[in-house]
C-alpha cells in the first residue's frame, strides 16, 4: 500500500464534513458575514425539531429560518437585532442557549449552586474526620 | 442534629430535581405562549388564494373578532381540522381567515372544491415569509384576533370539536362583549 493513501484518506474525510451542508443558501462572499450567519445558525433553534439548532436540521422550517437570517445578514442587520426578531415571534425557546435573565437564574446557577454545596458536605465530613482523629490520638 | 442534616439535604435536593424531571416529562415542549399574544398583528401583504392579483392585508383583520387558520395541503392533522372548521362557518359566529401555508395553489384550490371552503378568505403564502413574521411553526395553528386587530389567543395543532366548545367560542364571545 502507498504510504498516501491513508493521508489521503484523512484528508477526504475532513474535507468530507462539507458534504453534509444542508443550507441551501449562497454563501456570503464577504466572510465576516459568512461567519455571522454561520454562527447565527448554530444559535437557532429548530422549533419544528426541537433538539437540532437550524444548521443542522433538515426541516422545511428550518430552512426557511435560515432563508430570513440570510436575508436579514445581507440587509445588515445585527445579531442582536436578529436575535430579538426571533425572540419576539418564536419567544425565548427559539434561542438554543437560554439568556440570563430573572426566570433563567436557577438553570445557570443551579450548578454553580450545587457544587457550593457539595464543597461544604465535603468540608463538613473533613472537619469532623479530623476531629475524630484528634480524639482518638489525645485519648491514646 | 448537624449530622443528620448532612444525610437529609442531599436527599432532599434528589427529591426536588426528581419532582422537576417528573413534571418536564409531561410538559409537552411545542405548546410554546406565542410572545405575540397582545400585540396586533404583524404588518403583511399576500396575494389571496382565489385571485392572486388581489391581496389580503392586515387591515382586513380590523373591525371584528376573527380567526386566522393557519393550513395546508400537505399538511395531514389539516384534513380533520377542515370539516371541524366547516361546522364552525356553517354556525356564522366569526370569519375564518385561511393562510395557506407554503403550498401549491392548485393543489389548494382542488383541496378546497372537493372537500368544502370554510374561509371567508384566504392567503397566500407561498414562501413561508408571512409565516414566520407570525411565529408560525407548522401547520395547523389558528389565532383569534380582536376587532382592533390584535392578537388575542393561539392554537397550536388541529381544532377539535372540544376545542371550539372549550377553548375558541367562549373567547369569541367574551371578545364580542368587550367590544360593544
Redesign the interface.
Same mark, same amino acid.
Given at each position: 500500500m502507498k504510504p498516501w493513501i491513508p493521508v489521503l484518506g484523512c484528508v477526504l474525510l475532513l474535507v468530507s464534513r462539507f458534504a453534509f451542508a444542508i443550507d441551501s443558501e449562497p454563501p456570503f462572499t464577504n466572510p465576516v458575514l459568512e461567519h455571522r450567519y454561520e454562527h447565527l445558525l448554530q444559535e437557532i433553534r429548530c422549533?419544528?425539531c426541537?433538539d437540532e439548532n437550524i444548521a443542522n436540521s433538515d426541516a422545511? +422550517?428550518a430552512a426557511? %429560518?435560515r432563508?430570513?437570517i440570510h436575508a436579514m445578514v445581507g440587509e445588515g442587520e445585527s445579531d442582536a437585532q436578529i436575535k430579538r426578531y426571533m425572540?419576539?415571534?418564536?419567544?425565548d %425557546?427559539v434561542l438554543y442557549k437560554p439568556p440570563l435573565q430573572a426566570n433563567t437564574w436557577l438553570l445557570w446557577g443551579g450548578p454553580f449552586l +450545587?457544587l457550593l +454545596?457539595a464543597f461544604t458536605?465535603v468540608a +463538613?465530613?473533613i472537619r469532623?474526620r479530623s476531629r475524630l482523629a484528634d480524639q482518638e490520638q489525645s485519648s491514646r | 442534629m448537624?449530622?443528620r442534616l !448532612?444525610f437529609i439535604?442531599?436527599v432532599l !435536593?434528589l427529591i426536588a430535581l426528581i419532582g422537576f424531571f417528573w413534571r418536564g416529562l409531561y410538559l409537552n415542549?411545542?405548546l !410554546?405562549?406565542?410572545?405575540?399574544i397582545g400585540k396586533p398583528v404583524?404588518d403583511f401583504s399576500l396575494p389571496r388564494l382565489h385571485d392572486p392579483k388581489a391581496t389580503f392585508d392586515q387591515n382586513r383583520l380590523k373591525g371584528r373578532v376573527s380567526l386566522v387558520n393557519v393550513w395546508a395541503t400537505w399538511c395531514f392533522a389539516c384534513r380533520e381540522e377542515q370539516q371541524m372548521l366547516l361546522n364552525l362557518a356553517k354556525q356564522n359566529v366569526v370569519p375564518i381567515y385561511g393562510l395557506d401555508y407554503?403550498d401549491d395553489r392548485q393543489s389548494a384550490l382542488r383541496w378546497l372544491a372537493e372537500r368544502g371552503n370554510p374561509y371567508t378568505a384566504i392567503a397566500f403564502d407561498s414562501?413561508?415569509?408571512v409565516?414566520?413574521?407570525?411565529?408560525v411553526?407548522?401547520a395547523p395553528e389558528t389565532f383569534l384576533i380582536d376587532q382592533h386587530g390584535i392578537i388575542r389567543y393561539k392554537y397550536i395543532g388541529p381544532i377539535t370539536t372540544e376545542v371550539i366548545q372549550r377553548e375558541l367560542l367562549p373567547r369569541i364571545h367574551a371578545l364580542r362583549r368587550e367590544g360593544t
Open positions: 422549533l419544528q426541537m422545511p +422550517l426557511d %429560518f432563508r430570513q425572540v419576539q415571534r418564536y419567544g %425557546f +450545587l +454545596l458536605a +463538613l465530613v469532623r | 448537624r449530622r !448532612v439535604l442531599p !435536593v415542549p411545542t !410554546v405562549t406565542s410572545p405575540l404583524p407554503k414562501t413561508g415569509n409565516a414566520i413574521n407570525w411565529g411553526y407548522g
